[in-house]
Each structure stands twice: as structure tokens, then as C-alpha cells.
């Protein structure tokens, strides 16, 4: 047994390590300006208790960031505000670097004020953040986190009518929870995935029921978990944090209901975006990457660039509408070989992150 399981860690190694070769290599020789974006999303120290609370692909710790940053430095990379890209892709291509960089983190979590600003600062690295307006000044967070804390609470009875909801998306994790054992965040994973084929305002309904029910004695949300809109203007004073759309609510816009609330999504996160005190741009990040053909038209209209959960680089043909990301976190890009194989991942196909 550990033998089969010495074998699989070093093959995984050995793929890794081709993974980061071709992609130092491709790096290496490219010669036409390429755009690569990074996307984050929480920022957390690894002893940081809102780590049990969270998805594995979802954090970084602020040394992964600062070693991201370092590596990008280190290969000669022009580290660029995205807009700005775009920007002179459009008109003035002539002025681009061979390999530029885009820092961007999604959701506006507080912990990007507090735990990523400080070393963006100090490195002077331009990111943009793209926000959920509504959930801005507010205590609210989304409902996977809140789906994590339900699961943590031990003292839930699964036969009681307002779980019924959640019971056949627990897959096998349900002797798990009829035995009283602590639910992790890799062991919600699979039950947050099965949810995702409900929409998100059923969800939340859903959860809203529940919330009597739980009795959790862990004060998990003395912490807020979104930006405030004090925190965005002091990271936009001096223009180097730039804030984009990420829709009014997280709604994941395949799954709407009316044509009335994908506009109150996409066009109302704009209208809600001009009123803060932030520099704000007019570029749209699809939630969990979903998108329809109705999203994509009214985001045409509207907004002059949009980011996917496409991996891959970006080139100076490609479209400002179907701008493809990295997807990083402490899981895939914690050393230099790891975060390369990452990129070389990205780098070789159409994969959804
Ligand atoms: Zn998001």
C-alpha cells in the first residue's frame, strides 16, 4: 500500500516537472506579446482559522502571493494592470513586452485589504479586484462558505424537514454526519460541487431556512467577510488596486430565472461600480465561470473587456471578451516547479479551472 502510494507521488512529481519544463521553456522562447492573468481569491496566513472554514482552491497564503510575485519578477515579466493591456493591444501594440502580467482576485474578499494590499504595496504590483456590489458594507458572504458552516455544525438533526434540501447532495459523506464527525473543507468539496446543479437564489432560500436551525456556538462571523467600501477606496487612492464587476450577487448566470434579473446582475453591478469611491473599470469577470449567450450579449453592450475560467495566455488576436486566467492557490502553486506546472497545465488546453 505505501509502496502504490510512493509510486503515484513520484510519478505525479515527475509530471509536475515536466509540466513546469515546458512551460519555463514555452516562456522562454515566446516572442509575440502574451498576457498572462493570475486569479485569486482568498488571501489567508496559513494559521488563519478562517482556513477551516474555506474550499482548498480558494486561499493563498501572502508568502505563495509574494513568491508569485518574486518569480514573475525574476523571468523579466512587465507586470501590468489589465485594463491597460487591453489597452494598448488595441492601439499601440507596438509597446508591449513578449510576456506581461495580470494580478486579479475575484469576489473582493476583506482579506485582500488586509492580508494581500500590504504586499502589493510594497512590491508597487498593479491589481485589479473584481467586486460583488451587493454584498459590499454588508456582513453576508456566499453560499458556499455558508453550506461549510452548516456542515461544521454537529449539533444538526439531518432528519429534520428544513435539511431535506441538502440530504441528496451529501453523497458519501452522510455516515460522516449521522456520526457526529468534524466535515472538512476538501470533505464539503464534492457536496458544494453536487449543489452547484441548483441555482444560486434557491440555495440561498434554502440556507435562509436553515439558519434558525443553526445553533453553532463558534462565533465564525465576527469577522466581516467582504470589502467595505472605505477599505476599496484606500486601496484605490493611488490607482495601483483597480476594481472590476463580478455581478451584484454571485449569481451564476446560466441558471437565471428572468431576462430582468441577468440585467440587475451584469448592468446594475456597473451602475453600483460608478458610485463607489474606486477607480472602477468597465471590465466583467463571469462567477464560477458560466456563461450563456444571453450573458454575453448584455456584457458586449455594457463593459469593454470580459474575463473566463478559461485557462490558458492571452495573445494580441484574442478576443477581449473570452480573456482566459490561471486559477492559483496554495494547492497548485506553493513552489516555483508547482506554480510552472500550473501555468503548463493552463498553458496546454481548453480545461476549466
Ligand atoms: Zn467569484
Known sequence: MEGKKNLKRSAKFFVNLALALQARLRLAINRSPKLLILTYHRVLPLDHPERKLEQPGMVVSPEVLNLHIQYM???GADIIHLDE??????????LLKPLSVAFTFDDGWQDNFQYAYPVLKRERIPATVFLVTKLIDTPETFWPEKVIELLQDKSLNYDSPELQWLKPHLGQNTAILTEGLTVSPEDADPIIR????????????NLMKTQSMNNSTEDTHARRAILSSAEIAEMAEDGQIKFGAHTRNHFRLNLLKSAAVLSDQIVGCLEDLRKLPSADIPIFCYPNGNESGASQDLVRRHYTAACTTRTGWNSIEHSDFALKRMNLHDGNSSSHIALLATI??????PKQL
Do not use: A
Not at 344 to 349: D, I, K, N, P, S
Open 73 to 75: 519578477k525574476r523571468i
Open 85 to 94: 493591456w487591453l489597452d494598448r493591444k488595441n492601439h499601440s501594440s507596438h
Open 194 to 205: 453536487s449543489l452547484k446543479s441548483l441555482d444560486d437564489e434557491t440555495i440561498l432560500d
Open 344 to 349: 503548463g497545465r493552463g498553458l496546454l488546453g
